[in-house]
T-cell receptor
């Protein structure tokens, strides 16, 4: 089993749609979780940290389910500008806080 | 967020030559820097982790003699791809983390093409 596994996608949705991404992780001792957004040929940019209590930032909601070892990202009222690859990242612990990334899910929002 | 600058943003080199990529934290002290490689349509694969003043820790399968990492100061780490070959062509990205952060911040990436 891969350490971090993500919905393969790609997702093609119309503007205004709600889209959800899921990501599972193998290490139950994982300590912190993130969603990144990566535009084509660019570096990843941090979108949200993910907390057990769930967190929301405008149209974006992230949730963590420790029991089932998955994190999710929900995008409501999707915009054309949301088109990008979404990567989940997990810190498995340790002093260096190194992140293990999922393969990414490509989202295309169509007019 | 904190700012990490990576240079150059792209480079083309001849097979057999070496290429150095710099990663700088501009407004914080980066106690830890990470180097990733990303092939087209693939995820970021961690190559190595470096802590300031100590030797880098390489991930399994990454040749430490080919990918030389130096982290001599709290604001600068370098990755040197030695004797580059076409299969080394990839997108190399650094990220840096300071003591006060749980997240790491990415540089802009370097697109290396070896011809």
């Amino acid at each position: 089993r891969k350490e971090v596994e993500q919905d393969p996608g790609p997702f093609n949705v119309p503007e205004g749609a709600t889209v959800a991404f899921n990501c599972t992780y193998s290490n139950s001792a994982s300590q912190s979780f993130f969603w990144y957004r990566q535009d084509c040929r660019k570096e990843p940019k941090l979108l949200m940290s993910v907390y057990s209590s769930g967190n929301e930032d405008g149209r974006f909601t992230a949730q963590l389910n420790r029991a089932s070892q998955y994190i999710s990202l929900l995008i409501r009222d999707s915009k054309l500008s949301d088109s990008a690859t979404y990567l989940c990242a997990v810190n498995f612990g340790g002093s260096n806080y190194k992140l293990t990334f999922g393969k990414g899910t490509l989202l295309t929002v169509n007019p | 967020g904190a700012v990490v600058s990576q240079h150059p943003s792209w480079v083309i080199c001849k097979s057999g030559t070496s290429v150095k990529i710099e990663c700088r934290s501009l407004d914080f002290q980066a106690t830890t820097m990470f180097w990733y490689r990303q092939f087209p349509k693939q995820s970021l694969m961690l190559m190595a982790t470096s802590n300031e003043g100590s030797k880098a820790t390489y991930e399994q399968g990454v040749e430490k003699d080919k990918f030389l990492i130096n982290h001599a100061s709290l604001t600068l780490s370098t990755l040197t791809v030695t004797s580059a070959h076409p299969e080394d062509s990839s997108f190399y990205i650094c990220s840096a983390r300071g003591v006060l952060f749980t997240e790491a911040f990415f540089g802009q990436g370097t697109r290396l093409t070896v011809v």
